[in-house]
């Protein structure tokens, strides 16, 4: 008798059964696999200076860590400003930037850790502005050797973008620039060597205050360092004078010794590179006659000179790049290598007359010509009385613009023989009593003090001193493009200026521009910072990031 084909229903889920249990311990019995992969993996990104998990400096070194060796490919990394974007990514993606975000670009080195292969590091070329907000971004032009792309992910490439946030200014540390010399090929022969701060400095320790060392093989050059650039009991440079001569074609280390800030902060960065060039020294320069002087300078050839209440400014050319070194009686101040070049003598004693000599000093540090501009006269004392807050960009009417000052003397002050004053107008401020720490907010004739809860513009605080105009600020109201603000006293002489003319600190609808760090130069614009709070605070404290 035949075999039935047919299986029972019974047999044929006993085989399936047979089946499946075959086939799972076949599986768990195979050897693991593992998946290909795809990138090469960021395991660690470290800023240094730590000082907050999104926090860096104006001149931070971000360290990016592989799970295996990449090449320093500059144009493989950006660094922009601003925050990520959805387009950067993208952009990131396909490794070319759309033209709208290459305005963004910063200018970065990238360089291998010559200590760990796995680690690239990057660092701007030029220091960021506090409070600044940029974003690092990896590309897929940035791969290893394996050809493996860099990214966030083990296994799925996508970029690398991370946000920080720049330091607000009175968090940051000192800022310290080479000025002299500028040039990676200086001339052999040089004479000496400058640092400057943009806050002033004291030695911490008995130490030297600078030391000069040539890279190859770490000794150190004799020579003598000593602070210059005096401020007050302060000081605002270190000069390094070689007692030799220096070799040609040669790297050296200028690195600061134990420098403090009023705060306890030390200078960043600690070390610039000098490398000479094969010529002994610099071309002898000369003085090119400046064009007519501006508004309120006085012309004393070859330079032109302004006189403020806090400082004097000589301003001057020469026909090969060269420094400009000024000595105002026992002050004296240099400004850094160029063909246009402004020195800065600050502070300055009121009602003095001051003899000013200006010398031109080439790459080298030796003196090529020195020119006497006579006596300046500086002007009287008036009161400590700043501008702290500029509105010039409301969200609604123009009439909502402000001005605020601050009363930053021990007693009350008479606003009476002050002037705000633009490029294109000036308004004269009534004889109204300050209180000492109080705050004035200027306004024009139809300024609402109750704001405009439509747009957003912000009514005045309570307990501000209001000062409203019959006109409206400087006559013409504040520019929308940008412009400088200042409060000049009844001979002409600035007391405080707001650098809204600056690219940086131009002007934006619906936020404030505020001085955030009096220690330093108020016309350095990196003492401003716009409002923390994307808006304005008239009459009430500023907000810093």
């Known amino acids: 008798m035949k075999p039935n ?284 006659a400046s064009p007519a002087c501006g508004p309120g300078e006085l012309a004393r050839a070859p330079a032109c000179v302004a006189v403020a209440h806090d400082r004097i400014t000589v301003f001057a050319r020469s026909d090969q790049p060269a420094v400009l070194r000024v000595r105002a009686g026992e002050w004296l101040s240099e400004s850094a290598v160029g063909t246009e070049l402004e020195a800065i003598i600050t502070p300055v004693a009121p009602s003095a007359h001051v003899p000013i000599v200006a010398m031109l000093v080439g790459v080298d540090g030796v003196v090529a010509r020195e020119v006497p501009l006579g006596v300046v006269a500086t002007p009287a004392r008036v009161a400590p009385v700043r501008i702290t807050e500029v509105y010039a960009r409301p969200r609604g009417s123009s009439a909502q613009e402000f001005i605020e000052l601050v009363n ?6 008479s606003l009476g023989g002050l002037a705000v004053r633009t490029v294109s107008g000036r308004s004269e401020l009534p004889d109204v009593s300050l209180p000492s720490g109080a705050r004035a907010v200027v306004i024009g004739p139809t300024y609402d003090l109750r704001g405009d809860s439509r747009s957003g513009d912000p009514p005045i605080a309570p307990g501000a001193v209001v000062v409203r105009l019959e006109r409206t600020l400087a006559q013409r109201g504040l520019a929308d493009r940008g412009g400088d603000v200042w409060l000049e006293d009844r001979g002409g002489f600035v007391v405080s200026r707001a650098p809204l003319s600056h690219p940086a600190r131009a002007a934006r609808v619906g936020v404030s521009l505020v001085r955030a760090d009096v220690r330093m130069l108020e016309g350095d614009p990196a003492s401003w910072s716009y409002d923390a709070g994307e808006g304005a605070t008239p009459g009430a404290p500023d907000r810093i990031r």
Request: proline residues 10%; charged residues 25%; hydrophobic residues 40%.
């Open 408 to 413: 930053d003397g021990p007693t009350a002050a």
């Open 5 to 288: 084909p047919k299986l029972s229903s019974h047999s044929r889920q006993s085989l399936l059964g047979f089946l499946l249990f075959a086939a799972l311990a076949l599986v768990a019995c195979a050897p693991e696999v593992e998946a290909p992969r795809r990138t090469s993996m960021l395991t660690a990104l470290g800023v240094d200076p730590p000082d907050e998990a999104t926090a860096i400096d104006r001149v931070p070194t971000i360290a990016l860590r592989f799970a295996r060796p990449m090449p320093a490919i500059t144009d493989a990394v950006w660094l922009v400003d601003g925050p990520a974007t959805e387009s950067l990514r993208g952009d990131a993606r396909r490794g070319a930037l759309s033209t709208t975000n290459a305005t963004r670009q910063l200018a970065i080195d990238v360089r291998r850790d010559p200590a760990d292969p796995n680690v690239l590091l990057v660092a701007p070329r030029q220091p960021l502005w506090p409070s600044q907000r940029v974003t690092l971004l990896t590309t897929a032009r940035l791969v290893d050797e394996l050809g493996l792309v860099a990214s966030e992910s083990d296994v799925e490439p996508s970029p690398i973008a991370r946000s920080f946030q720049v330091c607000a200014a009175p968090d940051c540390r000192p800022l310290a620039t080479l000025v002299t010399p500028t040039s990676r090929a200086a001339p052999f022969a040089l004479r000496s060597l400058v640092i400057r701060f943009d806050r002033a400095i004291v030695p911490s320790i008995e130490a030297p205050v600078v030391t000069l060392v040539r890279q190859r093989d770490g000794d150190e050059v004799p020579g003598v360092g000593f602070l210059s650039c005096r401020d007050g009991r302060l000081w605002r440079c270190v000069r390094f004078e070689p007692d030799v001569e220096l070799e040609p074609e040669t790297e050296y280390r200028l690195a600061l010794g134990a420098l403090i800030d009023s705060d306890g902060r030390s200078p960043s960065p600690a070390a610039f590179a000098v490398t000479t060039g094969a010529e002994r020294s610099s071309p002898r320069a000369d003085w090119i």
